[in-house]
T-cell receptor, first 112, second 113 residues
Framework: GEDVEQSLFLSVREGDSSVINCTYT??????LYWYKQEPGAGLQLLTY?????DMKQDQRLTVLLNKKDKHLSLRIADTQTGDSAIYFC????????????FGQGTTLQVKP | NAGVTQTPKFQVLKTGQSMTLQCAQD?????MYWYRQDPGMGLRLIYY???????DKGEVPNGYNVSRLNKREFSLRLESAAPSQTSVYFC????????????FGSGTRLTVV
């Protein structure tokens, strides 16, 4: 079945790079997404990558896609305390239903 | 500000009580969704509405009903609340079925005692 897997926790020091990893199952996914959830808030779309791309860079964020291994990663350069949040990887469900399948979320803790 | 509005933000229910969670979006989106978020389990889809006039079950529909009142509004009803329904509920919308990610509401934190 469809499944998106993430590690649950990552702790880094302020100024370091953070790398959050995700594996997914549906190789036909057109877009893959990263969402950010700050404490007490809903999820916000952080970035996305189209399936025909290997990499996408957006300021401090770099998304890498390895389609062969069905592996997606989010790198945050120069991590700041304001980056502390839960990060969710998501892929569309098969069958064009509009549903997104979310991973369990990775809690990023940034220590000063 | 444009977006997805959920009410209420917090609610405590007794077992067996009923309630309706409200969701409205003002972005003219076609598709709307209800998810629940539980620790360590990510988000699980309860129901969705691909377009006005249609609703479909998601991954965990038992104990819930939905109504797509019009294009803007999509409500979630708990007919007889159970402690297992204690969760944070999120409504989301997207431009079209199958596309372009979601815009989420800020959530409803529900506790059933």
């Amino acid at each position: 079945g469809e499944d998106v897997e993430q590690s649950l926790f990552l702790s880094v020091r302020e100024g370091d790079s953070s790398v959050i990893n995700c594996t997914y199952t549906d190789s036909s996914s057109t877009y893959l997404y990263w969402y950010k959830q700050e404490p007490g808030a809903g999820l916000q779309l952080l970035t996305y990558i189209f399936s025909n791309m290997d990499m996408k860079q957006d300021q401090r964020l770099t998304v890498l896609l390895n389609k062969k291994d069905k592996h997606l990663s989010l790198r945050i350069a120069d991590t700041q305390t304001g980056d502390s949040a839960i990060y969710f990887c998501a892929e569309p469900s098969s069958g064009n239903t509009g549903k997104l399948i979310f991973g369990q979320g990775t809690t990023l803790q940034v220590k000063p | 500000n444009a977006g997805v509005t959920q009410t209420p933000k917090f609610q405590v229910l007794k077992t067996g009580q009923s309630m309706t969670l409200q969701c409205a979006q003002d972005m003219n989106h076609n598709s709307m969704y209800w998810y629940r978020q539980d620790p360590g389990m990510g988000l699980r889809l309860i129901y969705y509405s691909a377009s006005e006039g249609t609703t479909d079950k998601g991954e965990v529909p038992n104990g819930y009903n939905v109504s797509r009142l019009n294009k803007r509004e999509f409500s979630l009803r708990l007919e007889s609340a159970a402690p297992s329904q204690t969760s944070v509920y999120f409504c989301a919308s997207s431009v079209r079925q199958g596309g372009w990610g979601y815009t989420f509401g800020s959530g409803t934190r529900l506790t059933v005692v």
